[in-house]
Nanobody
Framework: QVQLVESGGGLVQAGGSLRLSCAAS????????MGWFRQAPGKEREFVAA????????YYADSVKGRFTISRDNAKNTLYLQMNSLKPEDTSVYYC???????????????????WGQGTQVAVSS
């Protein structure tokens, strides 16, 4: 089974940028479709972005489209989320997630992702 560890969160001013990383271990990284979700206090976990096994297909929530970029480096077993033009409403805990190998499609809902990291906090000040 794959284990996921996020890093790169922090405090940034509105309009700034951050890059999150997610290091994967314990599995064949390229077998997993990957995603990022986020959860703010008192809110449900929401989809941010997802990427296919080879990185050729990407999917984004409307709220981040044009500002965030998901990518992966299968040689380094690492998933990334480049976040630009950050807004205070982007403040959340961000979670890296992997869909089980053999799923056959790139899921966009939390229930279809079987493996989760511990999360990394992103705070955007106005």
């Amino acid at each position: 089974q794959v284990q996921l560890v996020e890093s790169g969160g922090g405090l940034v001013q509105a309009g700034g940028s951050l890059r999150l990383s997610c290091a994967a271990s314990g599995g064949t990284f390229s077998d997993y479709a990957m995603g990022w979700f986020r959860q703010a206090p008192g809110k449900e976990r929401e989809f941010v972005a997802a990427i296919s096994w080879g990185g050729y297909n990407t999917y984004y929530a409307d709220s981040v489209k044009g500002r965030f970029t998901i990518s992966r480096d299968n040689a380094k077993n690492t998933l990334y989320l480049q976040m630009n033009s950050l807004k205070p409403e982007d403040t959340s805990v961000y979670y890296c997630t992997a869909a089980g190998s053999g799923l056959g499609y790139v899921p966009l809902t939390a229930a279809d992702f079987g493996f989760w990291g511990q999360g990394t906090q992103v705070a955007v000040s106005s």
